[in-house]
């Protein structure tokens, strides 16, 4: 099984991917044509739906298993939690926009690098912090629960859902199933860029 570290960088790592993948375009602006256009959307999607059941799954883990260490533990949890709202924000905007809409690369390009930004954070402050507190059975058995969370968890931003455990916990199954039902009527995710 792996750990709770494992987890997390191949998601981040899956992500980043994908983001290269989104800046090396064709744009708009580059005179991309509608497939292209299209193509790009659909990995946005990709990005969107990795991501909110990424973040999630941290919110609802992750980062309380950071908080319980203590006022350190809890103050690198503040920060990264914020910085995920942040994104969370962005993504639901960038999920609405269309990848012909001039202001679309700006958008794009303000959240990878927060992303970036975000997973260099979490990986230099929260990884180190919670792997020298927890013992391997703790982050295996943290590694699993995030890969639950993340199966049943949403496929859209929710930022209206406070990013704490308890709301998380309660609302994320709950978004995810309505999340899954609505990807399942539009055909949103089901034509995964590889």
């Given at each position: 099984m792996p750990d709770?570290?494992?987890?997390l960088k191949q998601d981040h790592?899956?992500?980043?991917?994908?983001l290269a993948r989104?800046?090396?375009?064709?744009?708009?602006?580059?005179?991309?044509?509608?497939e292209q256009l299209t193509r790009r959307k659909r990995l946005l999607d990709d990005v969107i739906i990795a991501q909110s059941g990424h973040e999630a799954a941290e919110q609802r883990y992750f980062w309380p298993a950071l908080r319980a260490l203590g006022?350190?533990?809890?103050?690198?949890a503040d920060e990264g939690i914020e910085q995920e709202a942040e994104a969370e924000r962005t993504l639901g905007d960038l999920g609405k926009a269309s990848p012909e809409n001039p202001e679309f690369e700006g958008m794009l390009a303000?959240?990878?690098?927060?992303?970036?930004?975000?997973i260099a954070f979490e990986e230099a402050h929260a990884w180190p912090l919670l792997s020298a507190s927890i013992d391997a059975r703790q982050a295996s058995q943290l590694g699993d629960q995030i890969i639950q969370a993340?199966?049943?968890?949403?496929?859209?931003?929710?930022?209206?859902?406070?990013p704490q455990a308890a709301p998380r916990r309660a609302a994320g199954p709950v978004a995810g199933a309505?999340?899954?039902?609505?990807?399942?009527?539009?055909?949103?995710?089901?034509?995964?860029?590889?």
């Open positions: 709770v570290f494992d987890v790592d899956e992500v980043k991917a994908m989104l800046e090396d375009g064709p744009t708009a602006a580059d005179g991309a044509t509608i006022p350190e533990g809890g103050r690198v303000s959240f990878t690098s927060d992303t970036r930004a975000h993340k199966k049943t968890g949403p496929t859209r931003p929710h930022p209206a859902v406070p309505a999340d899954r039902l609505r990807d399942m009527v539009t055909g949103r995710g089901q034509h995964r860029e590889d």
